[in-house]
């Protein structure tokens, strides 16, 4: 069990940096390594649960830039969905999820590299709506949504550290709502809080290692790395479910 924590703790710093260098997406590289340290049923609530300490610290290193006009159509979609992938995780087999987690992260990755992030449509505010409830849906089912929402943000003219601020709060709430469903289920017992401790707590160190480089590397830079390595994991759990 020390290896495990050991092995989370190391995890959390790691793709929480990445997290905060790219605006989101860092918890996504967590799955798949998260599943090879845990069981598969208990992936998405460690996360959950580790994101939202995470949160916690990033409103407040930059509490300063969020965005409240954007938040007020956003937390409304993000904490309903975040209740019904909670409550549509607890009734699905591990196979399924193993072979669900895979195949998000196959086409998570295919849309990073179809779309590259750049503005592709008019935003309206009312868009955050559908997009937060669509969003938080898939983070409760598979664990987390990585940027998802970037582009949308990106549209509507919030740059990085705006976005940062902005997604902090929703992903807090978000989280939130998520764990509340995850317990109402029984998911949650005192083995899966070591788990999701430990994780949080390499998060945090993430963070502040994130923040101090934010302004110093492009987030760009690991990008095909980082999307190797998610194919990887993603082959991984495919495997582990069919076997």
Aim: net charge positive.
């Amino acid at each position: 069990m020390l290896l495990t924590v050991l092995g989370l703790f190391a995890l959390g710093a790691a793709t929480f940096a990445l997290s905060t260098l790219a605006a989101g997406g860092g918890a996504i590289l967590s799955l798949p390594a998260a599943a090879a340290l845990i069981p598969l049923r208990m992936v998405a609530p460690v996360v959950c649960l580790a994101s939202l300490v995470s949160s916690l610290q990033r409103v407040w290193l930059y509490g300063r830039e969020i965005e409240w006009r954007v938040l007020i159509w956003v937390l409304p979609g993000v904490m309903g969905g975040g209740l019904l992938g909670a409550w549509l995780f607890a009734r699905l087999e591990a196979r399924w999820l193993g072979l669900l987690l895979a195949g998000f992260i196959v086409w998570h990755v295919a849309r990073q590299y179809r779309r590259g992030g750049a503005p592709s449509f008019a935003m309206r505010r009312w868009y955050f709506l559908p997009a937060g409830l669509a969003t938080g849906a898939l983070s409760g089912l598979v664990g987390a949504s990585g940027p998802l929402m970037n582009p949308f943000y990106v549209n509507a003219g919030i740059e990085r550290e705006r976005m940062l601020g902005t997604k902090a709060v929703s992903t807090l709430l978000m989280q939130c709502a998520k764990a509340g469903g995850y317990a109402t289920a029984g998911l949650i017992d005192a083995r899966l809080l070591l788990y999701a401790a430990a994780l949080a707590a390499g998060a945090l160190l993430g963070n502040w290692l994130g923040r101090h480089w934010l302004r110093r590397l492009s987030p760009a830079g690991g990008r095909h790395w980082v999307n190797a390595a998610l194919l990887v994991g993603a082959a991984m759990l495919a495997w582990r479910a069919l076997s």
